[in-house]
């Protein structure tokens, strides 16, 4: 192969007019979301990257008092640009331009911790061979003084041949110095070097830039990093990248330059790593010093406490503890709240609007629609409070690393443990957190398997049917009771259905290769009440305009489902009814208290009257003979059809079908008489333990919520996860509800 001339390319000019475009990038736990949070004032915007599940965060650089024309993007935390995961994928085509919707920056603050300064100069050094001009940000220098470690920002500065400027920026110190020196380096001449790799290989390297220069015929720019990763990572992201844009011809190519590198003598298995980390220890070494403390720093003394493996799981479960109560309990409260609200603004509106189908829309489908969105948000603001501060104080690490051995035995890890369990209140929030996983298909496989756990709107159903159905008959000696051990079964089934179906989901739908566990352990400190709140606030709003858009939706279709057609024939005989009782008050045959009682009935009697004539009670009837071998009739397919938008709308669903109304609870003792009396044509009775446990089981399994479908749609960024979710979990509860039912009615 002929060999082409070793003229580098040289990084496209980029106009200086107009907005422009600046990146940080850096290490996870780095403080880099904390400057940029400071450099933008909290105004940002945040969205997922066009066609991915990452989360894009961009705002407005502002200096003082104005707002520059600069664009900061926040990248995700990354320690190498050889892209092992999606979020490095991102990190990369992000700083290459080569991502769609996203332009190329104009230049980059890399985010260093100087308390880890060797470690994080590894990605600086990658950094400065993109051509780009690059900032370099010194964070978390309060706490390396703390330490003992002092770090040179001038000799550093010559040294890398970029501005380094120290910053605190949780006390807004040197925040103002990055964003000077961010203007300034818009303006200058960025570098382009091959630092501390032999002269073989950067010669190896500037062939390579040339060839793909001449293959690409000029129309993209191929950095100095671009080509170190393509060289120097065999089978690698950059190599599979440039196959699909030159073909199979890059491969003979890689070959041919990877055996003279060897030919002289240098071995090619992590030559990138040892050439950096040696040329960084020659830097540190003489721009970085630590005065001799032999006394433990205070983290190291708290982590041998909550890093231990009886102390500290102890403790971790104890603030797990107080957030599950927090999300199942203390903000119950709000939701009743919210719920009381809505429902006097329904009544309000219903005085101001005549009865028929505009009341209906406006009460029944706008204002319960938006209600269907708010009632959520005292648990996602709360569980995100909880998430904000402990990852802001460090200790989300330390949880992660003690839970990573026991969630390693089905396929997670231990950043997947919190949305669990928070899903065990609400599956919204829980699904809302797996942002705090990193890896791609963990965290997936966290959203698949989260809707299994057992949420609060199921226990309305649990506690309905057990009181109906299960005797309470004492167990072990009377120490627990059959109802207690039922309503236990119901939380235990999700949890340990979950573990074959994560297992089988890393091994089928999200199958790759294992990753290997690299976990930081960040320093203390206080969390800032600014970060905190403005995470709650931020995470609140984005759920209300993103999934609450979709959940509002929801709760419109089966609004119209429950209420077309409305035929004008069922008005006519119920007020027909209420005449004649009127006209027996007036005939003396009838009180005005019990008047008012049967004109209730027949209200109730009419709304039954709609449902079941209505679209969605007419499904309830086609479907019935797909859910009789469960046991059900149409009026329990009807009640499921209806708790799509909520599953606690089952209750309310079969008062209304029963003409009690739709303003009963699971405790209604007029429902449980309805339920224990309800019947078949042929007089059968429709309702038994059977059924009632194949009614739970697939209420336990299934994700009959539409809000939580809508969640996954906004996290995923994609309809094909939610419609995957659904449709898996609701073959799994069909199929465990047939043989619940078909075993126990041939046991009981």
Known sequence: MAKPETTVPQIPSRASAGRRTVALIGNPNTGKSTLFNALTGFRQRVGNYPGVTVEQRTGRLRRGRLDADIMLVDLPGAYSLAARSEDEG????????????????????????ATNLARNLFLATQALELGRPVVVALTMTDVAR???????????????????????????????????????????????????????????????????????????????????????????????????????????????????????????????????????????G??????????????????????????????????????????????????????????ALGSWVSGWIAAGPLQSLVVDGVISGVGA???????????????????????????????????????????????????????????MATRTIEDRRERFVTMMIAPLMSCSARLPVYILLIGAFVPAVPLFGGLVYL????????????????????LLLKATVLKGPPQSFLMELPTYKWPRPAAVLYRMYEQGREFCITAGTVIFAFAIIVWALGYYPHPASIAADHDTQRAAARADVD???????????????????????????????????????????L???????????????????????????????????????????????????DGRPVFNLAVALSIMVFFALCCQCGSTLATIKRETNSWRWPIFAFTYMTALAYAAALITYQLTIRLV
């Open 90 to 113: 991102i990190v990369l085509d992000v700083l290459l331009g080569q991502h769609r919707g996203v332009s190329a920056p104009d230049a980059i603050v890399c985010v260093v911790d």
């Open 146 to 284: 703390s330490r003992g470690i002092h770090v040179d920002a001038i000799g550093l500065t010559r040294e890398l041949e970029a501005p380094v400027v120290q910053v605190v920026a949780t006390r807004r110190i040197g925040v103002d110095e990055v964003a000077a020196a961010i203007e300034t380096a818009l303006g200058a001449q960025a570098s382009d070097r091959c630092p501390g790799f032999p002269t073989a290989v950067c010669t190896e390297i500037d062939g390579l830039r040339a060839t793909l220069a001449t293959w690409l015929d000029g129309k993209a720019f191929v950095s100095r990093a671009e080509a170190v990763q393509t060289l120097l990572d065999p089978g690698g992201f950059h190599e599979l990248r440039f196959q699909r844009r030159c073909g199979a011809r890059i491969t003979c190519e890689l070959v041919e330059r990877r055996e003279r590198i060897a030919e002289g003598g240098i071995p090619l298995i992590e030559l990138e790593a040892r050439v950096r980390y040696a040329w960084i220890a020659d830097i540190v």
């Open 286 to 343: 003489r721009v970085a010093g630590r005065s001799d403390r032999s006394a433990t720093s205070r983290t190291e003394r708290v982590d041998r406490f909550l890093t231990h493996r009886v102390f500290g799981l102890g403790v971790f479960l104890l603030l797990m503890g107080i957030c599950f109560q927090s999300l199942y309990a203390w903000a119950v409260p709000v939701m009743d709240g919210i719920d009381s609200v809505v429902a």
């Open 373 to 431: 969105v708010l009632v959520f948000l005292p648990q996602i603001l709360i569980l995100f409070l909880f998430l904000a501060v402990l990852e802001d104080c460090g200790y989300m690490a330390r949880a992660a690393f003690l839970l990573d051995r026991w969630m390693s035995l089905i396929g997670l890890g231990g950043k997947s443990f919190i949305p669990l369990v928070s899903s065990f209140a609400c599956a919204i929030p829980g699904i």
């Open 483 to 502: 109802q207690a051990a039922t309503l236990f079964g119901m939380y235990l089934i999700g949890m340990l259905v979950a573990v074959p179906i994560a």
């Open 587 to 629: 005939a003396g045959l009838l009180s005005a208290e019990a008047l008012d009682a049967q004109l209730a009935r027949i209200d109730r009697n009419e709304s039954g009257a709609y449902l079941r004539h209505s679209v969605l009670g007419r499904m309830g009837k086609w479907i019935e003979p797909v859910v009789r071998p």
């Open 631 to 681: 046991g059900w009739d149409w009026r329990i397919g009807t009640a499921a059809l209806a708790a799509f938008p909520a599953r606690e709308l089952v209750i309310s669903t079969m008062g209304t079908i029963y003409n009690l109304g739709e303003d009963i609870d699971e405790r209604s003792e007029g429902l449980r008489a309805k339920l224990q009396s309800a019947t078949w044509p």
